[in-house]
């Protein structure tokens, strides 16, 4: 066949550059160095200066098989020549199967190439209706319930918020100068908390141990925050990093070992802005026309981040000021979904640029504490801090700014029950303490889900997410089952359900509780459940309760 070995040589090269991911000047020329190798020694038998070896399989390939076996490619033959003319003493390997095998080799090497190449990942453009089009990787949508952690040096002076290096120095609030004044000597400035960030007791399998207790199955911890000190040796973060000043430790990795030792997903909080890095300055001096900042620290830092711990989920922020063609966001997103390590598992949010959020992204943050009235038509997360006033540790908080148990729980019913995933977040102290507060919110929620986590964890949006009649109602659903679940124990142990339709083969049960309700068809609509006739010390749970209906529509 004319110019089957020039096609075969090309299809060949072509299948071990995807096979090994390498460019392909690094390919070629360790492709002829290790076949070299493999010749050393073998005989010229033809007197031309030509030496040959014969494999008895084609290197890379496997054995094309159907059912657990089947033939293999025929003998490759592999000759070594000395080129002619410029290339000099260089040599070059020709591979050529017998002539009589050759149609068939090239039609069993082409059905392999098609196969692995149907088999590859779909590749994405730098651009929002590529980006867009990508599927949500399933496991974020059966996570539901997740940790986000607050820390950096913000947890030094651990007052106001984690804000507070802008409200000192940038807003430049009487507060926060007045603070300063009173517990700081004069020319104290913000980098001399790094040394103070010490994360002395930091032990990142306690931490882990906390998060799995509260039923989190992925876990968001910062990087670096607006401040630009980074929880990891940072290349570009010279002396303002985790590993150079304060802990001397790569805070991210410990954690991440932690928490995956648990089977926890690992997600990483990244800003984009630093507020008063110089080169940010310039760009925004220059009206973000020039990216000395993107190229010199927000790029090389995201893709460290990305090969270095591949984390599951990217949680990006401090993107307002600017558009996403300044940050070079899809650019960086065509690489992540396309070509990075973890390119078919992780997730990111939408907080990519000024014009991006709750527009364009993975799953929609949309703002701060976001609350839709009803399912939006996009994965989404609702993100909020068991301190209602920051996200970061700070020493003037009180119980009226925390949470209660009851708000966390409602909150994450309602967020799941409208389709999206909850994640609250903590902050730890300096010295890498979770304090009481926090840790008994988050062990709260655990204790919660334990008993009623079926109806939480890989459950659907159901057809009526919620109703409001005599009590309120919110509804999941998981397969068959439909969960219902209320917050007001009614007076006369009689629960009215508006929604669901019952059937001959309808079924209650309570989470929780062993034995079945029972129920009653109601005159106009819906259904009347019974409830257990139990002291409230042995109800399955202290906040809300979770009806499990099977065979209703």
Not at 56 to 68: A, K, L, M
Not at 159 to 175: A, K, N, T, V
Not at 287 to 302: D, I, R, W
Not at 415 to 438: A, C, E, M, Q, R
Request: proline share 7%; charged share 20%.
């Amino acid at each position: 066949m004319p110019g089957q070995e020039n096609l075969l040589d090309t299809c060949f090269s072509a299948y071990v550059l995807r096979k090994l991911q390498m460019p392909e000047g690094a390919f070629q020329a360790s492709r002829v160095k290790n076949y070299d190798r493999s010749l050393e020694g073998s005989s010229d038998q033809t007197g031309s200066g030509i030496g040959a070896q014969q494999l008895t399989r084609p290197f890379p390939f496997e054995p094309i098989s159907g059912q657990g076996g089947g033939a293999a490619l025929p003998p490759l033959r592999i000759r070594r020549e000395r080129c002619a003319g410029p290339c000099g003493r260089q040599r070059r390997v020709r591979m050529r199967w017998p002539r009589a095998w050759g149609a068939a080799a090239l039609l069993l090497l082409l059905l392999r190439l098609g196969a692995a190449a149907a088999r590859a990942s779909p590749r994405y453009a730098p651009d929002w209706r590529s980006l867009d089009s990508r599927p949500l990787p399933d496991w974020f949508d059966k996570a539901k319930f997740g940790v986000f952690v607050h820390w950096g040096v913000f947890a030094v002076p651990a007052w106001g918020s984690e804000w507070f290096w802008w409200h000192w120095q940038g807003e430049r609030l009487p507060q926060y100068q007045e603070f300063m004044r009173d517990n700081y000597p004069p020319g104290f400035g913000y980098a001399d908390f790094g040394s103070q960030f010490t994360a002395r007791f930091f032990d990142p399998d306690r931490w882990a141990d906390l998060f799995e207790a509260a039923g989190a199955k992925y876990v968001v911890f910062t990087t670096k925050h607006h401040e630009g000190f980074t929880n990891w040796p940072s290349p570009v973060s010279w002396n303002w990093n985790s590993k150079d000043l304060g802990p001397h430790r790569d805070l991210v990795g410990e954690l991440g070992a932690a928490v995956r030792k648990r089977n926890i997903r690992y997600g990483l909080y990244h800003s984009l802005l630093e507020w008063f890095h110089p080169l940010y300055l310039l760009d925004k001096k220059n009206g973000f026309k020039t990216q000395n900042f993107v190229t010199a620290k927000t790029m090389p830092e995201l893709y460290d981040l990305v090969n270095s711990y591949k984390p599951d989920l990217i949680w990006s922020d401090g993107e307002w000021e600017c558009p996403d063609t300044y940050w070079n966001s899809t650019h960086f997103l065509s690489w992540l979904y396309s070509d990075s390590p973890v390119k078919d598992v992780v997730v990111v949010n939408d907080r990519w640029g000024q014009n991006c959020s709750c527009h364009h992204g993975g799953y929609y943050n949309c703002q701060d504490k976001f609350k839709p009235q009803s399912p939006p038509d996009h994965k989404w997360e609702m993100c909020t801090s068991v301190d209602k006033w920051s996200w970061g540790y700070r020493r003037d908080m009180d119980t009226a700014t925390i949470m209660s148990e009851f708000e966390i729980i409602s909150e994450l019913v309602q967020t799941v029950s409208l389709g999206g995933n909850y994640l609250l977040n903590i902050g730890p102290t300096k010295d890498g303490l979770i304090v009481p507060i926090f840790q008994e919110r988050l062990l709260a929620v655990g204790k919660w889900l334990k008993v009623n986590g079926e109806a939480i964890y890989a459950s659907k949006l159901w057809r009526a997410p919620m109703e409001k009649n005599r009590t309120a109602i919110w509804y999941t659903s998981k397969d068959s089952a439909v969960y219902a679940i209320f917050f007001q124990w009614p007076e006369n142990r009689t629960l009215y359900l508006e929604s669901p339709i019952t059937t001959s083969s309808t079924r209650v049960t309570m989470l929780g509780v062993q034995e079945e309700l029972k129920w009653a068809r109601d005159p106009s609509k819906g259904l009347l459940v019974y409830l257990p006739l139990l002291p409230a010390p042995a109800l399955p749970s202290e906040y809300a309760w979770t009806l499990k209906l099977t065979g209703v529509q």
